[in-house]
């Protein structure tokens, strides 16, 4: 029973290192879901091949919180399993069927606690409390920031040759007012220019970056030159100042 009660506690051990882990890394920026992704992928050693995993490696503080969780990931698979393998040796069917019950029940209740909302919030608000106080990571959640997955995105929009943004100056397109923010614009030649000024041209297959209402981001991707897109602009300049009017 002994081999048994070790598994279950580097079971619990293992969800609590991804707690601290995923909160490690969304203090670096992270979203909550990606995060988590990455923490339980680096602790399991298993690896995908997604711009968010580029993301954590071009990353000196996710890399070297990643680094830890590959470590201490492939410590202890090697003893779980080491440990399963000794709780079952030269045990007779009675016990090891007993064995077999007490390891599904406690994986079981650890899986309820690890799923708990409550318990969720709670490790989230100590953890965080602590990562604050005792480590440098100063960065923030700007999915949380920036309210992504409601009405606000941020996408990449490649300019069509035929679309109305091709050609124009940020002050002749004049976005700001729809309630669009310009955040970068990378260049087919990989340059990028970042926090674009007014006089920035935008040009066509340019791939701009931009913050906004998600239904408008996709309306101005569909606009098209012309007076059809002149009107567009007008109408949402419009709903824009109706939208941030005091009643």
């Not at 298993?46 to 492939?74: D, K, N, Q, W, Y």
């Amino acid at each position: 029973m002994i081999a048994l009660a070790s598994v279950l506690l580097v079971a619990l051990v293992s969800l609590l290192i991804t707690r601290v882990a995923t909160m490690a890394l969304t203090l670096t920026g992270l979203s909550r879901e990606v995060a988590r992704f990455q923490a339980r992928s680096a602790l399991s050693g298993v690896g995908f091949t997604t711009s968010e995993a580029e993301s954590v490696v071009t990353h000196p503080v996710r890399r070297r919180i990643v680094l830890l969780l590959m470590l201490v990931g492939s410590a202890g698979i090697v003893t779980v399993m080491a440990t399963l393998l000794l709780s079952f040796v030269n045990a007779d069917r009675e016990q090891a069927l007993l064995r077999l019950a007490v390891l599904a029940g406690g994986l079981a209740g650890i899986l309820v606690i690890s799923k708990s909302p409550a318990v969720d919030r709670w490790l989230s608000r100590v953890i965080a409390r602590g990562l604050t106080r005792w480590t440098d990571l100063d960065a923030r959640d700007y999915e949380r920031l920036l309210h992504l997955g409601g009405d606000f995105a941020v996408i990449e929009m490649v300019v069509q040759p035929e679309g109305w943004l091709a050609g124009c100056t940020l002050a002749e397109l004049n976005l700001r007012d729809e309630g669009v923010a310009v955040l970068g614009v990378q260049r087919p030649d990989d340059s990028y220019v970042g926090s674009p000024i007014w006089a920035t041209r935008v040009n066509p297959h340019d791939t701009l970056v931009l913050y906004g209402p998600a239904a408008r981001l996709a309306e101005l991707d569909q606009r098209p030159k012309g007076s059809r897109g002149d009107d567009a602009h007008q109408r949402a300049v419009s709903e824009q100042s109706a939208a941030v009017s005091p009643p």
